[in-house]
């Protein structure tokens, strides 16, 4: 029998159901979630602003200790933007494509895959590095890619082979499919949307696809300071996919916004630590590598939907300056 | 930390994991899934490695999985054809879903979230809707015909669609999800297929469990509630005389601690 941890109870249980439904936990979000518990507890009213530090961070411990066994694990991350610290709960066993496995259908699971094949592959090249994919980039990839049939990737696709057997017979998502999709992902806390509508991985997704992300898209052989798909923070070395890069397109360096102020109290000079170029803070990760180029900027002003430029793509969510007065 | 587990124990452990996933998007856990996905070929364990999760899960998680209570034989017809049937008759559905074993203070909205579907506000419309359409199945005495079912749906505007959705697609899912049931009378002297003529609405083993009496109940007085006198009374008096029969049937199997949908919930 495996250990029950001691002096666990309704509280702790109450407290493990709320963070699984949620996926996240801040310290914020939890207090009025233990206000309520205690009050059950002391049988007399609780506020949130009584909830202290320590008390969270003990149910945060005895969760933690409680689900181990289950290859559960609480780890504790930052949202890239909002710098908000978080708690996530996380799988620790089976890779992305498995866990989607059980509730999913094999063309929502192929969607995926080719979503996040989008995300960190088409969409993240050297010199253009979006890491996320706007509602239409999304639609046309409703349906899998004649071309992959004989390209690169038909053997050894994802770990389990889903790719590779459902290639044949998969029909994709229907547009509409894809929306309800992509609404689930946000829901369940895959995918978060910006405020100009683009899609990119959550924290949650970051923290619990670390390895996998690594393994999939990056290169074991490259040689050290070779562009890679998957690039970690020079200060806090997690995941970014939203943050700046350095001006020297080769160079892989990469700095979270919300990591750059501690970063530069540390460094002599505002210079990359690795080549010595001058760091601008004008070069991105993200969706900002799209909203800042020319393009993207152009299409703004005139006002038109589409821009000559795919990786422009993003302006299309811009929609109140549809009809405008085109070129075309 | 390696704790040393025995193989049922081993088992146990990736059927809650598996019971958890499934919750999560609201699949039904089946004794056919549990014993593909979990068991393999140790099938002839389930009760055992059952028993042993639902100690992990009441445990730690303050859950247990319930087992779908199986749907009464509705009509006369089934009633015969199961007379006649050499078998045994079923006496589980093989059906499960993850409910709470907290004391009811423990499950308020305050602690538990709301579910992480799409969104906060297509889940609101998703709950008011099956929610709507049990109630309307149970002041029918516990049936509702097609017929019935898409006159109230015209009636309530919501024939065509639901929120943004297609009526038919969120029936579909009510379906899927267990909140209602549908049994469709295969005649054989009508060509009908399926034409909704012969289907009968029923409220489904998870409309029961969630929703319930208490729910519609109290569904019924937050909605049509705020009536004038003489209809409030008309209403309560239909409540009591809807609900006594289907009561009587077993539908509040889990009465008491059902934890009522109340009427101050906003729908
Ligand atoms: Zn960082
Ligand atoms: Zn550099």
């Not at chain 2, 193989?7 to 004794?31: G, H, M, N, W």
């Not at chain 2, 008309?234 to 059902?258: C, D, H, T, W």
Request: aromatic share 8%; proline share 5%.
């Amino acid at each position: 029998m495996i250990p029950i941890p001691q002096d666990y109870n309704h509280g702790h249980r109450a407290f493990l159901q709320s963070f699984m439904g949620r996926g996240t936990l801040s310290y914020e979000d939890a207090r009025p979630i233990l206000a309520a518990i205690f009050t059950i507890e002391e049988n007399e009213p609780v506020t949130p602003d009584q909830v202290t530090r320590e008390d969270f961070d003990s149910y945060i411990e005895a969760a933690s200790n409680a689900i181990s066994f289950f290859d559960y694990e609480i780890r504790s991350t930052v949202h890239q933007v909002t710098k908000k610290p978080l708690f996530v709960l996380v799988n620790t066993t089976s890779d992305p494509m498995t866990r989607l496995a059980t509730t999913y259908t094999a063309e929502e699971i192929s969607f995926v895959r080719r979503m996040l094949d989008a995300m960190f592959d088409s969409y993240n090249t050297p010199r253009m590095e979006v890491m996320s994919l706007s509602e239409m980039d999304a639609i046309k990839l409703a349906r899998p890619s004649p071309r992959r049939n004989n390209g690169e990737d038909v053997d050894g696709e994802g770990p389990d082979g889903t790719q590779a057997r459902t290639q044949s017979t998969d029909r994709g998502l229907k547009h509409s499919e894809v929306e309800k999709m992509l609404a689930k992902l946000v829901g369940e806390g895959w995918l978060e949307k910006s405020a100009i509508g683009r899609y990119s991985l959550s924290p949650r997704a970051l923290v619990e696809l670390r390895t996998w992300l690594v393994d999939s898209f990056n290169d074991p052989e490259a040689a050290p300071g070779e562009w890679q798909r998957i690039k970690f923070c020079e200060a806090c070395r997690s995941i970014v996919t939203h943050g700046q890069r350095c001006a020297e397109r080769d160079c892989t360096v990469r700095l979270h916004d919300i990591c750059e102020e501690a970063f530069w109290r540390t460094q002599r000079a505002k210079k990359c630590p690795r080549c010595s170029t001058e760091w601008t803070g004008q070069k991105f990760v993200g969706e900002r590598a799209v909203t800042t180029t020319e393009a993207y900027q152009r299409a703004r002003r005139n006002g038109h939907r589409r821009s000559q430029r795919g990786e422009a793509d993003g302006n299309r969510d811009s929609g109140e300056d549809s009809d405008g007065r085109g070129e075309e | 930390m390696d704790i040393e587990a025995s193989p049922d124990e081993q088992l146990a452990k990736k059927l809650v994991r598996y019971a958890l996933a499934c919750d999560f998007s609201r699949t039904p856990i089946r004794r056919d899934g549990i014993k593909e996905r979990v068991l393999g070929d140790q099938g002839r364990a389930f009760r055992r490695v059952l028993d042993i999760a639902q100690n992990y899960l009441r445990q730690i998680w303050g859950m247990e999985l319930r087992e779908l209570p199986i749907r009464e034989k509705h009509t006369l017809e089934d009633k015969r054809k199961a007379a006649r049937s050499q078998s045994q008759p079923k006496t589980s559905t093989g059906v499960y879903i993850l409910v709470s074993t907290l004391p009811e203070a423990y499950r308020s909205p305050a602690i538990i979230p709301p579910s992480r579907t799409p969104s906060a506000d297509a889940e609101a419309a998703y709950v008011a809707f099956y929610t709507m359409v049990i109630t309307v199945i149970l002041l029918n005495g516990g049936e509702l015909s097609d017929a019935k079912l898409r006159r109230y749906l015209h009636r309530t505007n919501a024939e065509d669609n639901v929120g943004a959705e297609p009526t038919e697609e969120v029936l579909k899912r009510m379906l899927s999800h267990g909140y209602v049931t549908k049994h469709v009378q295969r005649d054989e002297t009508s060509q009908a297929h399926d034409s909704g003529e012969n289907t009968t609405w029923y409220v489904g083993p998870r409309g029961q469990e969630e929703v319930g009496i208490d729910g519609a109940a109290g569904m019924i007085r937050s909605v049509w509630g705020q009536q004038d006198e003489r209809g409030g009374e008309e209403l309560e008096k239909k409540i009591r005389a809807s609900f006594g029969p289907a009561v009587a049937r077993g539908m509040g199997e889990a009465n008491g601690e059902e934890d009522g949908w109340g009427g101050d919930e906003p729908a």
